[in-house]
Structure formats: structure tokens, C-alpha cells
């Protein structure tokens, strides 16, 4: 993952944020689950910085969007309790999704600032420039 491959997701997954009209917080993460880049938004929210860059080492950890991985940690379901494992890092909200190259999981990346669904409609659009 290249500082210029995320810059571009970054653009992206900024322009779809201004056409919903949400500030968010963009960030992407390498191979290794290590960031790359993030954007704050003018007037996303501070305690989202942190969510948006957890949810894309979520995303990568687990090579799973954070919106399916919540479904499946719900209570009964097979990785209940995930959330607290990797210093309490993993995030299960919606808005991380892993970015794939030649059908490898390379990075990804993770958006927070809006409603579950409106940071997955962002993810979403961002990892579509990859």
C-alpha cells in the first residue's frame, strides 16, 4: 500500500462524505494493519479519529468488512466478545472494509464520523478508487 494509493482512496471517500454533507474521519492502513494516512474532516468528530483508524485495522486484522464482523459478534454468535481482543482495538461498527489487490488483501480502510450506514456508504465509495 502506497501513500499515493491511499491519498487517492482518501479523495474519494472525502467527496462522497461532502455529498452526504457528514464530516467524518478517513483513515487507511497497509498489509499490516499499520496506518498510511487519515483526514479529519472540518468538524468530524474528534473521538472518531480513533475509531476510524481502529476500524480499518479491524478490517484488515480480521480481512472482513466491520459491518459484516458485527453481525457475527452479536450475543450467540460465533465471535462474540472480539471487540476486546487486540488491546481493544477491534471495532465493530460498520465503515471498515479491506482493500484487495489481485484478490490479496493488501490494506483498508475505515470511516467513521456518521451513521453506521453512512460510514459504510463512504468506505464503500473510498475503496472503490483502490
Do not use: C, Y
Not at 474521519?25 to 481502529?54: F, K, Q, T, Y
Not at 458485527?70 to 471487540?83: D, E, L, P, V
Not at 476486546?84 to 465493530?92: P, T
Amino acid at each position: 500500500m502506497l501513500l499515493e494509493d491511499a491519498r487517492r482512496v482518501i479523495a474519494v471517500a472525502e467527496k462522497k462524505a461532502q455529498e452526504l454533507g457528514q464530516p467524518m474521519n478517513i483513515a487507511v492502513a497497509d498489509e499490516g494493519g499499520n496506518l498510511v494516512s487519515h483526514v479529519r474532516m472540518d468538524g468530524a468528530w474528534i473521538g472518531s479519529i480513533d475509531i476510524s483508524i481502529n476500524k480499518a485495522f479491524t478490517s484488515r486484522a480480521f480481512d472482513i468488512s466491520t459491518k459484516d464482523l458485527a453481525t457475527h459478534s452479536q450475543s450467540g454468535g460465533q465471535f462474540f466478545g472480539i471487540h476486546v481482543s487486540n488491546h481493544g482495538r477491534v471495532m465493530v461498527f460498520a465503515g471498515g472494509i479491506p482493500l484487495k489487490r489481485g484478490g490479496k488483501v493488501v490494506g483498508a480502510i475505515g470511516v467513521s464520523g456518521g451513521s453506521g450506514e453512512q460510514d459504510h456508504t463512504v468506505a464503500t465509495a473510498g475503496a472503490s478508487a483502490f
